[in-house]
């Protein structure tokens, strides 16, 4: 049983190792997405006021 803990723990360590190395890269990715994903909800947001004819986000116009 310890030596397959000890290999598991291994395993993790150098799971970690090497996502730690590509951290930036995984944060520049997910920078990307959550402009794109803004980007998006802001035009539904617009199409939903337009179609609504509501001020939906407060911003005191519609669309």
């Known amino acids: 049983m310890g030596l397959f803990w000890n290999l598991l723990q291994q395993s993790q360590i150098s799971e970690q190792n ?4 590509t951290l930036e890269a ?4 997910l ?3 959550l402009r ?6 802001i035009k539904t947001l617009k199409v939903l ?15």
């Open 31 to 33: 920078e990307s997405e």
């Open 36 to 41: 794109k994903t803004q980007e998006v909800l």
């Open 18 to 21: 090497s996502r730690s190395s």
């Open 49 to 63: 006021e337009e179609q609504s004819g509501k001020d939906i986000n407060g911003d005191g116009k519609i669309g």
């Open 26 to 29: 995984r944060v520049a990715y």
